[in-house]
T-cell receptor, first 113, second 116 residues
Framework: QQQVKQSPQSLIVQKGGISIINCAYENTAFDYFPWYQQFPGKGPALLIA?????SEKKEGRFTISFNKSAKQFSLHIMDSQPGDSATYFCAAVPQTGANNLFFGTGTRLTVIP | NAGVTQTPKFQVLKTGQSMTLQCAQDMNHEYMSWYRQDPGMGLRLIHY???????DQGEVPNGYNVSRSTTEDFPLRLLSAAPSQTSVYFC???????????????FGPGTRLLVL
């Protein structure tokens, strides 16, 4: 049973456009929400992360929006570039216990020049 | 620092064979974990360790064993390989082992396993 639901499965965006990936969770014990970026043949790498006490976090062209009451969060990539073409995973970490990641199913982003 | 290293990069096994996937990190991280990545399913936690001598099961532990005799190494053993274990396996590590920790988890480059 997937604890973090992610959509869409794939996304095609024109260069310069905005890419939006959505995630939702049910478990209120989750307390930290990172996004990972994965290029083909590589391991995932941390892109940006947020805690639920803030509603938005921005790092360069990447922004996380967080809605605690709806238990939803999303990644926005502004001015999308061909180099952003990769698979993106949202994840959640529980507040207690071990520092384990619960991943969404991934979104394959393709940015067309 | 080499970061998180995994060997081999690629392996083909026959059903019933056993093998060990190696993972090592040189960052003195206390937390290490193994994930498998399958199409359409994201990454799922197999086993994890919060320190040397301590291991525990994740979401999909069946068919896999782990041990953590040193801080640096966290091998994953397949006792009797099955076609359902065909996957890409990633090892990860971080400084903190506590829930809710914000320390970055670093992933290795992965091992692609094919079980015939």
């Amino acid at each position: 049973q997937q604890q973090v639901k992610q959509s869409p499965q794939s996304l095609i965006v024109q260069k310069g456009g905005i890419s939006i990936i959505n995630c939702a969770y049910e478990n209120t014990a989750f307390d930290y929400f990172p996004w990972y970026q994965q290029f083909p043949g590589k391991g995932p790498a941390l892109l940006i992360a947020i805690r639920p006490d803030v509603s938005e976090k921005k790092e360069g062209r990447f922004t996380i929006s967080f809605n605690k009451s709806a238990k939803q969060f999303s990644l926005h990539i502004m001015d999308s570039q061909p180099g952003d073409s990769a698979t993106y995973f949202c994840a959640a970490v529980p507040q207690t216990g071990a520092n384990n990641l619960f991943f969404g199913t991934g979104t394959r982003l393709t940015v067309i020049p | 620092n080499a970061g998180v290293t995994q060997t081999p990069k690629f392996q083909v096994l026959k059903t019933g064979q056993s093998m060990t996937l190696q993972c090592a990190q040189d960052m003195n991280h206390e937390y290490m974990s193994w994930y498998r990545q399958d199409p359409g399913m994201g990454l799922r936690l197999i086993h994890y360790s919060v320190g040397a001598g301590i291991t525990d099961q994740g979401e999909v532990p069946n068919g896999y064993n782990v041990s953590r005799s040193t801080t640096e190494d966290f091998p994953l053993r397949l006792l009797s390989a099955a076609p359902s274990q065909t996957s890409v396996y990633f090892c990860a590590s971080s400084y903190s082992s506590s829930g809710g920790a914000t320390e970055t988890q670093y992933f290795g480059p992965g091992t692609r396993l094919l079980v015939l």
